[in-house]
T-cell receptor
């Protein structure tokens, strides 16, 4: 079993749709959680950190469920510019040394 | 300045060449990283520097040699690479080794011929 697993993609959605991605992690010592987006042939960019209480940034909402060991990302009112690969990232341990990237989920938003 | 700057953006090198990749940040971040990313794969950690000292070497072959001259700069020296080393090399930094997100540079796209 992979340490961090993401929904297989690609997701093809129309503009204005709501789309949700899930990510599961296997190590219960995981301390911090992030979502990054990566555009084709570009670097990953931090989208949001994920806090235990959940957090929202505009159209994006991230949630963490420690008991079930998964995090989620909800995108409301999808825009064409949301098309990208979304990477789930988990850091294990307080030193943050072990950072594990999920394989990513590809999102295509179509007009 | 909230950027990580990497040079060069593209590099083609022969298997007998020696070249260096450079990374610079002026955000006062104390942790810096080298990642390797192949097409359609997530980034793979190569090296971690914390306060200018090498903290992690993820069993990277010795043909890759990192160097941290000061708190703002990170280099990756390349020598006798193989074609399978062709990839996007990403530098990243974070405030510290704690639970902080990374800022990535735009990467160096390396082709080994």
């Amino acid at each position: 079993r992979k340490e961090v697993e993401q929904d297989p993609g690609p997701f093809n959605v129309p503009e204005g749709a709501t789309v949700a991605f899930n990510c599961t992690y296997s190590n219960s010592a995981s301390q911090s959680f992030f979502w990054y987006r990566q555009d084709c042939r570009k670097e990953p960019k931090l989208l949001m950190s994920v806090y235990s209480s959940g957090n929202e940034d505009g159209r994006f909402t991230a949630q963490l469920n420690r008991a079930s060991q998964y995090i989620s990302l909800l995108i409301r009112d999808s825009k064409l510019s949301d098309s990208a690969t979304y990477l789930c990232v988990v850091r294990v341990g307080t030193g943050g040394f072990k950072t594990i990237f999920g394989a990513g989920t590809r999102l295509f938003v179509k007009a | 300045d909230t950027e990580v700057t990497q040079t060069p953006k593209h590099l083609v090198m022969g298997m007998t060449n020696k070249k260096s990749l450079k990374c610079e940040q002026h955000m006062g971040h104390r942790a810096m990283y080298w990642y390797k990313q192949k097409a359609k794969k997530p980034p793979e950690l190569m090296f971690v520097y914390s306060y200018e000292k090498l903290s992690i070497n993820e069993s990277v072959p010795s043909r890759f040699s990192p160097e941290c001259p000061n708190s703002s700069l990170l280099n990756l020296h390349l020598h006798a690479l193989q074609p399978e080393d062709s990839a996007l090399y990403l530098c990243a930094s974070s405030q510290d080794l704690g639970n902080y997100g990374y800022t990535f540079g735009s990467g160096t796209r390396l082709t080994v011929v």
